[in-house]
């Protein structure tokens, strides 16, 4: 009987293991949907049971393989916490001193305690209870932070417009494919010869050749990403936001619910299309609900901004110090893997289906990570993601990473374009348009030259019919599908005023309408 009452249910080392994952999304709840934790929770958890098995075959006693596991595990992911307290604090020029001075501690304290658990006649009850209490209690603020932060943002109120489909009063037999193609941080012809002194003029021309209308003066409705693409697939301002979610929020995820379930391609579902969508690897842009087909998603549980948000907070990060960042070449490679498959499979749709089809890709190049030269090979820059990563490049290997990135973007993205012009039985409707324009963060730039660089896109139409008179050079992203179904499908959804709203990564919501553009020359 006494034996029994002493029992003890060990459930920290699976706590433990769980608690690195859950504090890296609650520290980006914003960005990344809950799915996206599924796969490295199961890779760490399975890793730390097997480490448990392990030690406990060994010891023969499962307190001290438990403690043991525990202690390994924390260690692991207290590496890079501790370090990023330390390095800001420091020169860079000090950072292998600090790697060097915790590698040793960190290795002592494996010895000492190891030492000491498995040598020791203790029965570690009140270590084991202390353990299991602490480890709940780390778990249980991360989940109140988290239950907090959807508390705060949590939107009941949120509903969107009423949906009236589209019926078509003529009978469309010969429906035009249409291909709308975004490329993430594609700075059009202006801001490359201004800003990095670099001629595009030639992709431009080609456009033009090839019967596309380019606009000279366009500009994205907002600055981020996530509220650009929602308000251009469902053709409304979305300012609205501001109010629902709080102009202070970081949190993305009704603009994703916009896009998972956008107008656009719920009227050309209505008119008998088949709807496809290519896995950007952002997740609002990743898996749609709408899509009757996404694409290039074999990983879609995965998400490997959080797999690197893990490695950056565990003692892999020391291993930067004697190799260039190795787990770059995982993810440069899956950034890789996924553009090739997006330009290979696109110009494959019209092959899988008689009806006409809607291809929705979001491309995210341009944009960090640099992952291809100027002629598609590889490149060995340090893994960055934009304002979520403290890694940049200094401001002219940057410059000379977007160049040549964008460079092998616009080869590959000429021959699409005559692949989809050429082979095609239904002559397509094809859009090219940037989301944003690329952050201009170099030195001596204003902030009104900063955003003029971040609002100014690339935005270029090709109709098959070749009449644009619907079409100006200044036409925003937010009338893009308006022209569309008005010129071609008879609807009466007619151009809103062009409006630009700027927003800062940190502030999203709080919008502040850009009307002069003119100090750009």
Same mark, same amino acid.
């Given at each position: ?6 029992r003890i ?12 994952v859950?504090?890296? *999304? ?14 490295p929770?199961l ?15 060994i010891?023969?006693n ?11 595990v ?16 420091v ?6 001193v ?7 501690t ?11 658990i498995?040598k ?38 949120f ?7 589209i ?18 941080? *594609? ?24 019967g ?7 500009h #994205?409705?907002y ?18 936001? #501001? ?6 929020s970081?949190?993305?995820r ?17 008119? =008998? ?97 640099y992952?291809?030269g ?17 890694v940049?490049?200094?401001?002219n ?10 460079? *092998?973007l ?5 021959e699409t ?35 003029? =660089? ?51 990564y ?16």
């Amino acid at each position: 009987m006494q034996e029994k009452s002493k029992r003890i249910i060990i459930l920290h080392p699976i706590l433990i293991g769980l608690f690195p994952v859950f504090l890296v *999304y609650s520290q980006n709840i914003h960005l990344v949907l809950i799915q996206g934790i599924i796969f490295p929770a199961l890779i760490i958890l399975g890793i730390t049971i097997a480490l448990w098995a392990g030690i406990q075959l060994i010891l023969k006693n499962k307190r001290k393989s438990a403690i043991l596991t525990t202690f390994y595990v924390f260690l692991f992911f207290s590496y890079g916490i501790i370090f990023k307290i330390l390095e800001s604090n420091v020169t860079q020029e000090y950072f292998i001193v600090i790697h060097v001075l915790l590698l040793i501690t960190y290795a002592s304290f494996v010895i000492f305690v190891t030492y000491y658990i498995t040598k020791t006649h203790k029965k570690l009850n009140n270590i084991t209870t202390t353990t299991n209490v602490v480890s709940i209690t780390l778990l249980a603020l991360v989940f109140f932070n988290i239950a907090a932060y959807n508390f705060e943002n949590f939107n009941s109120e949120f509903e969107d417009v009423a949906y009236n489909p589209i019926i078509l009063d003529n009978n469309f037999e010969n429906l035009p494919d249409i291909y709308y193609i975004v490329l993430d941080e *594609y700075a059009p012809l202006k801001t490359l010869t201004t800003f990095y002194n670099y001629d595009n003029s030639e992709f431009v021309e080609f456009l033009q050749a090839r019967g596309f209308y380019v606009t000279k003066n366009s500009h #994205s409705n907002y600055a981020e990403t996530f509220l650009a693409i929602a308000s251009t697939l469902n053709m409304k301002y979305v300012n609205y936001l #501001s109010d629902t979610v709080g102009k202070e929020s970081l949190d993305q995820r009704v603009p994703y619910q916009m896009i998972n379930n956008n107008l656009v391609m719920k009227n050309l579902k209505s008119m =008998g299309y088949q709807t496809y969508n290519f896995d950007s690897g952002w997740w609002g842009t990743r898996s749609l609900q709408i899509a009757d087909v996404n694409v290039c998603s074999k990983n879609q549980n995965m998400d490997f901004h959080t797999l690197h948000a893990l490695k950056q907070i565990s003692i892999l990060r020391a291993f930067d110090m004697f190799i260039k960042d190795p787990s770059s070449t995982i993810f440069h490679q899956e950034r890789r893997d996924r553009i090739h498959c997006q330009f290979s499979e696109i110009t494959e749709i019209k092959h899988e289906t008689e009806k006409p089809v809607f291809v929705f890709m979001h491309v995210m190049a341009p944009h960090d990570p640099y992952v291809f030269g100027p002629n598609g090979e590889e490149v060995d820059y340090k893994y960055t993601f934009g304002t979520t990563d403290v890694v940049h490049l200094d401001h002219n290997e940057e410059k000379m990473a977007y160049l040549n990135q964008l460079t *092998y973007l616009t080869k590959i993205l000429k021959e699409t374009i005559k692949n989809l012009q050429e082979n095609s039985d239904r002559q397509p409707i094809i859009i090219v348009q940037s989301d944003t324009g690329p952050s201009i963060d170099f030195v001596d730039t204003t902030d009104d030259i900063r955003q003029a =660089g971040r609002m100014s896109i690339l935005n270029a139409y090709y109709f098959p019919n070749e009449k644009y008179d619907l079409l100006s050079d200044d036409i925003t992203p937010v009338n893009s599908f308006r022209v569309v179904f008005d010129s071609h499908f008879q609807t009466n959804y007619d151009k809103v005023e062009d409006k630009v709203f700027f927003s800062t990564y940190e502030k999203p919501y709080t919008l502040i309408e850009i009307t002069d553009f003119s100090f750009v020359k």
